[in-house]
């Protein structure tokens, strides 16, 4: 124990380097930087990206694969990828609700408080690694898929753009398992979220099935839930099979503005919310 | 910079729900000083602190950290601080490494010198061998020096210590304190809480004790020692058999209860430390015809000032080694069976609180 401390401090008079712009957004990046190092070493968080993805993929296509006939006809495989894929995000943003929620709770929060940072970078640096987890299980999908004979039926842009239709959705999603997180009592309340809200979302929906074989309330609850919404636009992007289009409900007929609308709406609503819920949380 | 207060506090309240966590409370730090916030549990000690460091409002009353006010101008007053808080705030699924660069960046360091400040530390505090570990495999010991070295990423004038050593083993304990001795003599200033009067003892300049969300006491060690006036006196005789004598002659001149000894050779009892005592006592001994081999008048324990402060409940041991009490009835030798008497544990009277 020799280094010396001197007490004139580096922090003393100095502006933010670079001004506030940059200063945020090296803050973001840090914090990103931290949530992704969360995500490699939680197990669960990092199976939720990884191997689930392969094995909702194999286990769907093989063991609903030869039973379900898609109305109009076509490969339930490129019936099921976007749904898959679907699944997947939205199932995994419970990890922006535990993982926030889990920071309130060890007081961690409380360090970064302490610091001279952009505070909202907690929740926008945990929303990027979201994005950027979002990223790596739609890859792990289209790779899953590919190999048990997914092929998509439109160009490059296009199927990009299916992609990016449920990128955009999930993150939209984050922001509400962050209002989630932020008001949970606990780590473990922020979960049961996932099973009481995201799988309902997730199922209830033409994500695995057309709804045409569903009972009619239930059909119509699915015919508007944004999950069908975004898979059937993806699945037009990607020129894979959309039973859907023949139904008469505007999001069916719309389904890629309507996801859009959906999306966008969402990020309005709960990214400000979620903003007001943190400071609420953070202030005494 | 030296006749500076880098912390202010005047009268700061603080109400959580039914909880008044703090009820005016005034203290100021100057620089290059430690000041020890001393106080049981629950007596408000982390709520000043949690408001000095800009993490909750004061209800009331005003308070600034390098001149800065706390609640004016909260973003500079980050900039001039280190907080090393009660809690686990460290990151348990970054290892020790990341951890301290996570603090640099946020704090606007970037990451070269970060990384080199991170380094500079984790050798300082004898952990660059679990520099690379998850912190989940960190001992207590280790994560409070790493809470330690967090707080002093930036060099920050102003460092906040919440009960740094909670829950240490003794030899981590004095390692905690040995890098808090080291920032002393690099003008830093250090509000430390503690609810270790030992801590506070050896480390802080002044001291201020508080309860129930007030101040009770303001001084430096020594000055609280002092004021609370309940020195304690030590007998030894010369030879065995004179106890009963000598415990009579010393009863009018005591506080309290005189406390024998097993072997009935050492007598102690609390007295005030009044000038020429110990000739008193000498002389009242002499005349019993008491041999004295050693006499001494021992200044107060913190501990005795603290339980008298914050009127923390004393149990009351030894009964049975009760031989004279401070009202003169001299009683017979009955020296007891238990060890006791030594004036370390034995009797603490009640005190009047010293408020400054």
Redesign the interface.
Known sequence: ????????????D?P??GGLVF?SL??IW??TR?NL??IA??PMQLSDVTIQPVLFTVLFVYIFGGAIALPGGGSYVDYLLAGILALNLVTSVMGTAVGLSTDLH???I????????WRS?VLVGRSMADLLTSLLCALIVGLTGLAVGWRPGANDISVLGGFALVILFAYALTWIAACVGLNAKSPESAASFGFIVLFPLAFVSNAMVPTQHMPGWLQAVAEWNPVSAVCAGTRVLWGNPNPAGALHAWPMRHPIEASVIWSVALIALAAPLAAHFFRRRT?? | MADELMIRAEGLTKR?GDTQALAGVDFSVPA?TILGLLGPNGAGKTTAV?IL?????PDSGRAAVAGIDVVKHP?EV????G?A?Q????????TGR?NLV??G??????RAPSRARAA??L????LTDAADR?LKGYSGGMRRRLDLA?A?M????VLFLDEPTTGLDPTSRQRVW??IR??LG????VLLTTQYLEEADALAHRIVVVDHGKVIANGTPTELKEASRSARLEVSLAAPDSEARAAGAMAPLVAGRVHVSEDGRRLSAGVDAVPGLATAVVRALDAAGVLVDNIEVRQPSLDDVFFSLTGGHIEDEDEDEVIGSGDGAAAAATAGGSDGGDGESGDRHELEGVRT
Not at chain 1, 1 to 12: A, D, K, N, R, W
Not at chain 2, 123 to 126: G, K, L, S, T
Not at chain 2, 186 to 189: A, F, N, R, S, Y
């Open positions: 124990m020799t280094t010396t401390l001197t007490p004139t401090s580096v922090g003393l100095r933010r380097s200063g090296s803050d840090a914090m931290r190092v969360h070493r939680e060890e007081g961690m409380d360090r970064f408080r302490t610091l001279p940072m970078a202030t005494e | 959580y290059g949690r460091t800009t993490l909750a409002r973003g980050r900039r001039h601080i907080v808080a809690d686990a705030t460290l990151d348990p699924l970054l990341q996570l603090v960046e946020l704090s606007d360091m970037g500079e530390l050798a300082q505090f004898e998850v967090a002093l930036t060099r920050p004038p040995e890098a080291e920032l690099e003008g830093v200033t």
